[in-house]
């Protein structure tokens, strides 16, 4: 018998609001198993919530107050999905997910729970890739270039305002119109340094220019980024996105775990990192529409934090990549405590909803669980009274069905998941790390010719044709000079000649030296001895002019 004709046999004894939502949850084609239906505080396990694999890319909301099972209803679909070959991207903000790898514990309440809700449970480990950002924390170092994350991400990682945005957009601009790769934050600092420098400040004449006030506040940001050791985020190798939609082996997903509790103080980083993954995803894969199951699921735990002071061009970014990277076969789902922590924009595009209890402590509280009430469907249930009861594990579904139309609000009890339900031990997770094909590829920097050396390239070229024209300047006044001290010495000597007697043996013997002078001062050792003279000064004149001290002796 099917699942969907159990459902049908078993819910003809259940009143008529139950009978509607176990209808709504009959799936004919492949599915994840939520939990059981719980109605009027009983648990119904012979009332499966569903949700239809084929609708995971339609993006969905795991929301709920600390402490109610969010991370478990992560785990939960994490491993169903990838029990069904769906690759799978899990972002570890406590270090509490790599669990996931190794097999669960069995005991009374993992026993309790799978009687409840009509689970067979089995303690099972999943395939899993661990990275960690720029290797801070257990994981293959994963990587991302100055360039391909872009101005507007980057703008919200420095905590740019609007007009510092798009100055940092022409400063992109400039570097790929000039070949100026922008690999590393020290790439960067030199383009805009050189931008706002006596020699590049032409160079964006036309197309606006860059204010000095502006470039300082961007350099001070990258400073202070670095500061923070963000600088081993950007680099290469940068990482290759497509490996997150490998299956293992045997055919099961493979579950790409990024472990952050190392990093989870830097969280506007760490949020849009991960948005630049899926800005990544959505650049390379083709266009595919509707699939019996997705390429990927994408977890976006803490979400809240993308969104905290994001600039209006951020908000569009990712309102676009949501909407539209579910023809390209992706599902995301966002993790935080109340849907009133994602844009209205967005939410509208999460049409698999996992609700777990919300508090009302406070009248923010109340104002936040009445929000959250009213972005959910018409519902037989006391929406605003059962949020604050529901249990541990316990959370309000509605999903897309397999039509796509919105399934009925159920109150569920959630399966307990088959993985360990905690961090993998570190030994474990070392070892599978340094294990990994990818670890070879990923875990040591290169550091090749970018901007920074190119124009560093180009400054010293600069300063080296500086020098030799500042000496041959001098070399040439040196020469003068000494001619002309020449010259007047002879005009001197010839004054003197003629005031000694006109044309007797004194004027003579002085038109003689004279004669002498001027052989010598035409002859090529004069001008050899000038030149050396001149090239020396020069030389003093440059270490003046660049700074270098004068030697001792």
Same mark, same amino acid.
């Given at each position: 018998?099917?699942?969907?004709?159990?459902?049908?046999?078993?819910?003809?004894?259940?009143?008529?609001?139950?009978?509607e939502i176990?209808?709504?949850?009959a799936?004919?084609?492949?599915?994840?198993?939520?939990?059981?239906?719980?109605?009027?505080?009983?648990?119904?396990?012979?009332v499966?919530?569903r949700?239809?694999?084929?609708?995971?890319?339609?993006?969905?909301?795991?929301?709920?107050?600390?402490?109610?099972?969010?991370?478990?209803?992560?785990q939960?679909?994490?491993?169903?999905?990838?029990?069904?070959?769906?690759?799978?991207?899990?972002?570890d903000?406590?270090?509490d997910?790599?669990?996931?790898?190794?097999?669960?514990?069995?005991?009374?309440?993992?026993a309790e729970?799978?009687?409840?809700?009509?689970?067979?449970?089995?303690?099972?480990g999943?395939?899993?890739?661990?990275?960690?950002?720029?290797?801070?924390?257990?994981?293959?170092p994963?990587?991302a270039?100055v360039?391909s994350?872009?101005?507007?991400?980057?703008?919200?990682?420095?905590?740019?305002?609007?007009t510092?945005?798009?100055?940092?957009?022409?400063?992109f601009?400039?570097?790929?119109?000039?070949?100026?790769?922008?690999?590393? #934050?020290?790439?960067?600092?030199?383009?805009? %340094? *050189? +931008?706002? =420098?006596? /020699?590049?400040?032409?160079? @964006?004449?036309?197309?606006?220019?860059?204010?000095t006030?502006?470039a300082?506040?961007?350099?001070?940001?990258?400073?202070?980024?670095?500061?923070?050791?963000?600088g081993d985020?950007f680099?290469?190798?940068e990482?290759?996105?497509?490996?997150?939609?490998?299956?293992?082996?045997?055919g099961?997903g493979?579950?790409?775990?990024?472990?952050?509790?190392?990093?989870?103080?830097?969280?506007?980083?760490?949020?849009?990192?991960?948005m630049?993954?899926?800005?990544?995803?959505?650049?390379?894969?083709?266009?595919?529409?509707?699939?019996?199951?997705?390429?990927?699921?994408?977890?976006?735990d803490?979400a809240? #934090?993308l969104?905290?002071?994001a600039?209006? %061009? *951020? +908000?569009? =970014?990712? /309102?676009r990549t949501?909407? @539209?990277?579910r023809?390209?076969?992706?599902?995301?789902?966002?993790?935080?405590?109340?849907?009133?922590?994602?844009?209205?924009?967005v939410?509208?595009?999460?049409?698999?909803?996992?609700?777990?209890?919300?508090?009302?402590?406070?009248?923010?509280?109340?104002?936040?669980?009445?929000?959250?009430?009213?972005?959910?469907?018409?519902?037989?249930?006391?929406?605003e009274?059962?949020?604050?009861?529901?249990?541990?594990?316990?959370?309000v579904i509605?999903?897309?069905?397999?039509?796509?139309?919105?399934?009925?609000?159920?109150?569920?009890?959630?399966?307990?998941?088959?993985?360990?339900?905690?961090?993998c031990?570190?030994?474990?997770?070392d070892?599978?790390?340094k294990?990994?094909?990818?670890?070879?590829?990923?875990?040591?920097?290169?550091?090749?010719?970018?901007a920074?050396e190119?124009?560093s390239?180009?400054?010293?070229?600069e300063?080296?044709?500086a020098e030799?024209?500042?000496?041959?300047?001098?070399?040439?006044?040196?020469?003068?000079?000494?001619?002309?001290?020449?010259?007047?010495?002879?005009?001197?000597?010839?004054?003197?000649?003629?005031?000694?007697?006109?044309?007797?043996?004194?004027g003579?013997?002085?038109?003689?030296?004279?004669?002498?002078?001027?052989?010598?001062?035409r002859?090529?050792?004069?001008?050899?001895?000038a030149?050396?003279?001149?090239?020396?000064?020069?030389?003093?004149i440059?270490?003046?002019?660049?700074?270098?001290?004068?030697?001792?002796?």
């Amino acid at each position: 018998m099917s699942d969907s004709e159990s459902t049908a046999e078993n819910a003809g004894v259940l009143p008529e609001p139950a009978r509607e939502i176990a209808a709504g949850y009959a799936v004919s084609g492949a599915a994840l198993d939520l939990g059981a239906l719980l109605w009027d505080g009983i648990c119904l396990p012979d009332v499966q919530i569903r949700i239809p694999l084929a609708m995971l890319n339609r993006h969905g909301l795991v929301a709920g107050a600390t402490g109610t099972g969010k991370t478990k209803t992560l785990q939960l679909i994490a491993e169903q999905l990838s029990a069904n070959g769906v690759p799978v991207f899990l972002a570890d903000i406590k270090g509490d997910v790599s669990g996931i790898a190794a097999p669960g514990t069995p005991g009374e309440r993992v026993a309790e729970r799978a009687g409840q809700v009509g689970q067979e449970w089995r303690a099972e480990g999943f395939p899993c890739e661990f990275y960690a950002l720029g290797g801070i924390g257990p994981g293959i170092p994963l990587r991302a270039t100055v360039t391909s994350f872009g101005p507007v991400l980057l703008s919200k990682v420095l905590e740019l305002n609007q007009t510092q945005e798009q100055s940092l957009g022409l400063i992109f601009h400039y570097a790929d119109a000039k070949g100026l790769e922008l690999v590393d #934050l020290k790439d960067l600092r030199a383009v805009v %340094a *050189f +931008l706002v =420098s006596d /020699t590049g400040k032409a160079e @964006l004449k036309g197309i606006g220019g860059l204010s000095t006030a502006t470039a300082g506040v961007i350099l001070r940001s990258i400073t202070a980024f670095e500061q923070q050791g963000a600088g081993d985020f950007f680099g290469e190798p940068e990482f290759d996105t497509a490996e997150l939609l490998r299956q293992a082996p045997d055919g099961r997903g493979l579950v790409s775990v990024l472990e952050l509790a190392a990093v989870q103080d830097k969280p506007q980083l760490f949020s849009t990192f991960l948005m630049w993954l899926l800005a990544d995803l959505f650049h390379d894969l083709p266009e595919v529409g509707d699939l019996d199951r997705p390429k990927l699921v994408f977890f976006f735990d803490e979400a809240h #934090l993308l969104f905290d002071g994001a600039s209006k %061009a *951020f +908000l569009e =970014s990712i /309102t676009r990549t949501v909407r @539209l990277i579910r023809s390209k076969g992706i599902g995301i789902f966002f993790v935080t405590q109340t849907p009133r922590d994602v844009p209205a924009e967005v939410l509208a595009q999460l049409g698999n909803r996992v609700q777990h209890a919300l508090r009302a402590f406070t009248p923010d509280d109340a104002k936040a669980l009445r929000s959250t009430v009213k972005t959910f469907p018409n519902s037989p249930y006391d929406l605003e009274e059962l949020l604050t009861r529901l249990g541990i594990g316990e959370a309000v579904i509605t999903v897309l069905s397999e039509n796509g139309a919105p399934t009925p609000v159920a109150a569920t009890r959630l399966r307990a998941p088959r993985s360990l339900m905690g961090p993998c031990p570190a030994a474990e997770l070392d070892a599978a790390v340094k294990g990994s094909p990818l670890y070879g590829s990923y875990a040591q920097a290169v550091d090749r010719e970018s901007a920074y050396e190119k124009l560093s390239a180009g400054q010293e070229a600069e300063r080296r044709a500086a020098e030799a024209e500042t000496a041959a300047t001098a070399a040439r006044a040196a020469e003068a000079a000494d001619r002309a001290a020449v010259e007047e010495a002879v005009r001197g000597e010839r004054v003197r000649g003629r005031a000694g007697g006109g044309g007797g043996a004194g004027g003579k013997a002085a038109e003689e030296d004279a004669s002498l002078v001027e052989q010598v001062v035409r002859s090529g050792m004069f001008r050899s001895l000038a030149r050396s003279v001149g090239t020396q000064l020069g030389r003093e004149i440059s270490r003046s002019l660049f700074g270098t001290a004068r030697r001792r002796r």
